[in-house]
T-cell receptor, first 108, second 116 residues
Framework: RKEVEQDPGPFNVPEGATVAFNCTYS??????FFWYRQDCRKEPKLLMS???SGNEDGRFTAQLNRASQYISLLIRDSKLSDSATYLC?????????FGTGTRLLVSP | GAGVSQSPRYKVAKRGQDVALRCDPI?????LFWYQQALGQGPEFLTY????????KSGLPSDRFFAERPEGSVSTLKIQRTQQEDSAVYLC??????????????FGEGSRLTVL
């Protein structure tokens, strides 16, 4: 079993839709959690950190459930430019451990 | 430079050849990581440097893989006797802090290795 698991998708949604991704992690010692965005043939870039109390950045909301060991990302009012792969990441010992990524396709 | 720079961007090697991939991190960044990303997969950790010290090499898949960062800045990932399963994008990332607590790793665009 992989340390961080995500549904690979793709998630196909129309513009304006709300879409949510979940990610589960197995290392209960993980301290910090993040969502990265990766465009096709590009490098991953940090989208947002995930805090226990939940946090919002514009149309993006991230939440952490430590008891169930999952994190989520909610995107409201999807834009065409949101089409990308979303990677969740958790801290392991001296490294970030990434999931396989969830691919999102937003269509007109 | 402003970001993490990797070279070469693309490398085609014949099976059995040795390759060397270079990473030039953001100036002053203490931590440097190498990841391997196969098609359709997430980045898989290979190794971590704090300045010139290689603190974790647990992700290197075999003894054919070797990484160094002798002066605490530029790093080289060397793969000896390449195999087809080594075909992947090799991503280098750096961060200002020690370790990954802040989570913000700055990635280079990667070196895409194809082994024929």
């Amino acid at each position: 079993r992989k340390e961080v698991e995500q549904d690979p998708g793709p998630f196909n949604v129309p513009e304006g839709a709300t879409v949510a991704f979940n990610c589960t992690y197995s290392n209960s010692a993980s301290q910090s959690f993040f969502w990265y965005r990766q465009d096709c043939r590009k490098e991953p870039k940090l989208l947002m950190s995930v805090y226990s109390s939940g946090n919002e950045d514009g149309r993006f909301t991230a939440q952490l459930n430590r008891a169930s060991q999952y994190i989520s990302l909610l995107i409201r009012d999807s834009k065409l430019s949101d089409s990308a792969t979303y990677l969740c990441a958790c801290t392991g010992f001296q490294k970030l451990v990434f999931g396989t990524g969830t691919r999102l396709l937003v269509s007109p | 430079g402003a970001g993490v720079s990797q070279s070469p961007r693309y490398k085609v090697a014949k099976r059995g050849q040795d390759v060397a991939l270079r990473c030039d991190p953001i100036s002053g960044h203490v931590s440097l990581f190498w990841y391997q990303q196969a098609l359709g997969q997430g980045p898989e950790f290979l190794t971590y440097f704090q300045n010139e010290a290689q603190l974790d090499k647990s992700g290197l898949p075999s003894d054919r893989f070797f990484a160094e960062r002798p002066e605490g800045s530029v790093s080289t990932l060397k793969i000896q006797r390449t195999q087809q399963e080594d075909s992947a994008v090799y991503l280098c990332a750096s961060s200002l802090a020690r370790g990954v607590k802040s989570g913000e790793l700055f990635f280079g665009e990667g070196s895409r290795l194809t082994v024929l």
